[in-house]
């Protein structure tokens, strides 16, 4: 998956990511929105075959980056605990 910034203000960043499918983006919004300081997160794809997402953050007080940084680490850390269990019990 690459992320490529597009576009950043004070409190809003628009971030391009390839390769990902609804299924990761529709995590990453879910999460984002779980953080207090996101005020919107949502992304937008075009043209399904001709287009990329376009990922949009939108925070109270911090850089949009630091959310999505953040964001990932939850997501990281939530699947890395499930990987343990399903091999301790699966052994």
Do not use: C, F
């Not at 990922?55 to 980056?65: A, D, G, H, M, W």
């Amino acid at each position: 998956m690459e992320l490529k910034l597009v576009s950043e203000d004070k409190n809003v960043a628009k971030i391009v990511i390839e390769g990902p499918d609804d299924t990761v983006l529709n995590l990453l919004v879910s999460e984002l929105l779980k953080t207090p300081d996101v005020a919107e997160a949502n992304y937008h794809i075009g043209h399904p075959h001709l287009d990329k997402p376009v990922l949009t953050i939108k925070t109270k007080r911090s850089k949009p980056q630091a959310a999505l940084k953040k964001a990932a680490e939850n997501l990281a850390g939530q699947y890395s605990d499930m990987k343990k269990l399903l091999e301790k019990e699966l052994k």
